[in-house]
């Protein structure tokens, strides 16, 4: 098999990782959206809840036990939070996936730049945590 | 705040209305949809600024994968250069956060303004360019084998391009890097003329090619919006839902519009986010 055709495996292996994130991500946070209006009838109607469920302080779940507590309980905030990490996890998965990528293209050169790329996204978070 | 006077219902629909604006235009720009994201969300819908910007960092990844899904398979992308910049844009973002409270961000947001104002006028300048015309020899570009081909649906032909002074693209992408993490905002408005005007890639190459490394800053900094708490489930599902769905049929349009059009619009957009900033810098907020 030719440089070529190695390249254009990779294209299609990257663009499809892109595409099971978008759509995974995409179908659960609907589904969490829709959870979310059958728990409270009120939404459809009632003009009270928006400024409630938007005031400032206020907090959908923010830690990965709490995502997942909610989902047991069957919480549609919950499970479109867990659709919205599936979304910000795609980049990373995309990062990791490449560097495998590389090593099969026999290009060590980009195998050490996107393993760096993947550290240094390691470190960002790691900082979040410590800043957050 | 006067304008929350709605039903959950009708937030979620109109929030979902406008991302799925925000990301086909993001889509075609290169762009991440916070400069239509966040003036809608606080200005129009009268949102706390911080759920906003929380939705805009989640608006930014989904323009990303939602685009660049379709942009790598049709080979727009230049994957190698994309992710050669990452380094800077990563190491950007981190001297960023770094910086962030420790350097004014009045001068910031004047400085940068000026930069984009500057970009745009030179986009607009070089509007009529040909694509893959003849470009500077650059070493660095041959050693790391970043020339690429795509095809112009416009043009009917297959366009192979010459990538140029890779250094000069990795140091401004450092500063673009810094800048979204420092400001958080700006992340494709200085990716986009860098690749255009320095690297002397294709514009549609450009935008394909920054809608792919956005995705990876943004990340980089949601997990400190995720452990804020400023991700509210109401607010960005909808903005994920829609900018995933608008910039699915972006990706599908970029193709069909000539060059020059993405560039003027391009710089339209580009002079709004810079007249913005500066309107920020001199107001001192």
């Known amino acids: 098999m030719n440089d070529t055709d190695r390249t254009r495996k990779v294209e299609i292996l990257i663009s499809m990782i892109l595409r099971i994130g978008v759509l995974t991500s995409l179908a659960v946070v609907m589904a969490g959206l829709v959870i979310s209006f059958i728990h409270h009838p009120d939404y459809l109607r009632s003009r009270q809840d928006l400024p409630q469920v938007t005031a400032p302080g206020r907090t959908s779940p923010h830690d990965l036990h709490d995502v997942v507590e909610g989902i047991r309980q069957g919480r549609g905030e919950a499970v ?53 | 705040m006067t304008q929350l006077h709605q039903t959950v219902l009708q937030f979620v629909l109109t929030t979902f209305a406008i991302s799925v604006a925000a990301g086909l235009l993001g889509a075609l720009l290169g762009l991440g949809g916070g400069i239509i994201v966040v003036p809608a969300l606080t200005l129009g819908l009268g949102l ?43 190491i950007g973002a981190i001297t960023g956060a770094f910086l962030a409270g420790r350097v004014a961000g009045r001068w910031l947001f004047v400085i940068f303004g000026l930069m984009m104002g500057y970009s745009a006028l030179e986009m607009f300048r070089n509007r009529h360019s040909d694509e893959g015309g003849p470009v500077p020899p650059d070493r660095v570009a041959d050693r790391l084998k970043l020339h690429g081909s795509y095809y112009d649906q416009v043009l009917h032909r297959q366009i192979d391009y010459r990538v140029t002074h890779t250094w000069i693209g990795l140091g401004l992408m450092y500063v673009a890097g810094c800048v979204s993490g420092l400001l958080g905002i700006g992340s494709g408005a200085l ?30 900094s949601a997990g400190v919006y995720f452990a804020r708490g400023d991700i ?54």
Do not use: C
Request: aromatic share 8%.
């Open chain 2, 48 to 90: 706390d600024i911080r759920y906003a910007i929380g939705a805009s960092v989640v608006s930014v990844i989904a323009t990303s994968s939602g685009a660049a899904a379709a942009y790598v398979r049709e080979h727009m992308t230049n994957l190698r250069v994309g992710m050669f910049l990452e380094v800077a844009t990563t």
């Open chain 2, 191 to 220: 990716k986009v003329p860098a690749m255009d005007l320095a690297m002397r890639l294709p514009i549609k190459v450009s935008t394909a090619t920054s809608n792919f490394m956005i995705g990876v800053t943004a990340a980089a």
């Open chain 1, 80 to 132: 479109t939070m867990l659709g919205l990490l599936l979304l910000i996890a795609t980049p990373v998965v995309r990062v990791a996936v490449s560097i495998f990528a590389f090593v099969y293209e026999r290009d060590p050169l980009f195998v050490v730049i996107t393993t760096f790329v993947l550290a240094m996204l390691v470190v960002s978070f790691f900082l979040g945590s410590v800043e957050g």
């Open chain 2, 232 to 285: 509210l489930s109401l607010v960005a599902g909808p903005v994920a839902a829609g900018v995933l769905i608008g910039a699915s049929a972006g990706s599908l349009l970029l193709g069909r519009l000539t060059s020059r059009s993405i560039r003027i619009a391009f710089v339209v957009v580009l002079l709004w986010v810079s007249g913005q900033m500066l309107w920020k810098g001199m107001r001192g907020s």
